[in-house]
């Protein structure tokens, strides 16, 4: 999955919770969702901060 299409969902659940009464059971697995893909993003961020770094290092040789 894409950090785009991560967010996107994101977005779509955020938009679900606002407008949408849930019951606790669906409350439960659209939270536990957005917790998988906030872990997906910043995995994903977090790759690129080491490349980043990796980068930089490499300029300052």
Do not use: F, S, W
């Not at 994101?10 to 697995?29: F, G, S, T």
């Not at 939270?31 to 961020?45: D, M, P, S």
Request: aromatic residues 2%; hydrophobic residues 45%; glycine residues 4%.
């Amino acid at each position: 999955m894409t950090y785009a299409e991560a967010i996107a969902e994101l977005e779509a659940l955020l938009a679900q919770l606002q407008e949408v009464p849930a019951d606790i059971d669906q409350l439960h697995a659209r939270v536990a969702r957005a917790e998988v893909l906030v872990g997906t993003c910043r995995a994903q961020l977090r790759g690129v901060e080491e490349a980043l770094n990796k980068l930089d290092q490499t300029n300052e040789e």
